[in-house]
T-cell receptor, first 111, second 116 residues
Framework: ELKVEQNPLFLSMQEGKNYTIYCNYS?????LYWYRQDPGKSLESLFVLLSNGAVKQEGRLMASLDTKARLSTLHITAAVHDLSATYFC???????????FGTGTRLQVFP | DAGVIQSPRHEVTEMGQEVTLRCKPI?????LFWYRQTMMRGLELLIYFNNNVPIDDSGMPEDRFSAKMPNASFSTLKIQPSEPRDSAVYFC??????????????FGSGTRLTVV
C-alpha cells in the first residue's frame, strides 16, 4: 500500500525564519506535486516535480525531489504571514494515473 | 477557462436521503477524479475516470456511493442513502493526459456535505 507521509504535521514559525517540510513516499514515482490549501478553500497547485533532482522555486518557496530517496522537500525562506496555510505533497503513481496525497502540513506564521 | 466547476457548494441533508454532487471538468482534460477530504482521513481518492470510463473505484467506501461520467463535460457522485459519517468536503479534479507541461491536476472548489 502506498504511503505518503509529511512532517511535521503542524508548524508554527516566526516571520523571517526558514524551515523545511518533508514528504516521504513508499513507492516508485517520478512525479511529485505540492499544493497549498487555505482554510475552507480548494487546493492550489504550487509545484510539479518531474524528475530526480528537480528543483523549482517560486518566491519564498522552493521544492526539490530525490526519487532515489523517495523524498521531496518544501523549503520556506524568510516566512511571512501570507504563507500560513496547509501544504500537501502528492505522488503520481506511475502506470496508474492515481494521485495520492500526503497527510498535509499546517503552517502558521506569526509576527 | 472557468476551471473545474462543482455544484452545489454546500449541501445539508438528512440521514437516509439521496445526495448528488456534480462536476464539470476543464474542457479537453482526459481525466476526472473524485476526492473526499475529512479531518480524520485527509484527502482520499474515491474514483477516477479516463475518457469518461471509470478506471479505478477502489476508493469508494461502500455500495452507497456511485459515480458516473455520461460525457466528457459532466460527472456525478451519488450517495444513497446518506449517513452522518459521509459528512466531508468532496472535491472533483481534472487533468490532461500529459501532465508534464502543466500544473497537472486542477481542483474544483469542492462541495461541503453535511448529513444530519
Amino acid at each position: 500500500e502506498l504511503k505518503v507521509e509529511q512532517n511535521p504535521l503542524f508548524l508554527s514559525m516566526q516571520e523571517g525564519k526558514n524551515y523545511t517540510i518533508y514528504c516521504n513516499y513508499s513507492t516508485t514515482s517520478d512525479r511529485l506535486y505540492w499544493y497549498r490549501q487555505d482554510p475552507g478553500k480548494s487546493l492550489e497547485s504550487l509545484f510539479v516535480l518531474l524528475s530526480n533532482g528537480a528543483v523549482k522555486q517560486e518566491g519564498r518557496l522552493m521544492a526539490s525531489l530525490d526519487t532515489k530517496a523517495r523524498l521531496s522537500t518544501l523549503h520556506i525562506t524568510a516566512a511571512v504571514h501570507d504563507l500560513s496555510a496547509t501544504y500537501f505533497c502528492a505522488v503520481d503513481i506511475g502506470g496508474t494515473d492515481k494521485l495520492i496525497f500526503g497527510t498535509g502540513t499546517r503552517l502558521q506564521v506569526f509576527p | 477557462d472557468a476551471g473545474v466547476i462543482q455544484s452545489p457548494r454546500h449541501e445539508v441533508t438528512e440521514m437516509g436521503q439521496e445526495v448528488t454532487l456534480r462536476c464539470k471538468p476543464i474542457s479537453g482534460h482526459d481525466y476526472l477524479f473524485w476526492y473526499r477530504q475529512t479531518m480524520m482521513r485527509g484527502l482520499e481518492l474515491l474514483i477516477y475516470f479516463n475518457n469518461n470510463v471509470p478506471i479505478d473505484d477502489s476508493g469508494m467506501p461502500e455500495d452507497r456511493f456511485s459515480a458516473k461520467m455520461p460525457n466528457a463535460s459532466f460527472s456525478t457522485l451519488k450517495i444513497q442513502p446518506s449517513e452522518p459519517r459521509d459528512s466531508a468536503v468532496y472535491f472533483c479534479a481534472s487533468s490532461p493526459l500529459d501532465r508534464s507541461y502543466s500544473y497537472g491536476y486542477t481542483f474544483g472548489s469542492g462541495t461541503r456535505l453535511t448529513v444530519v
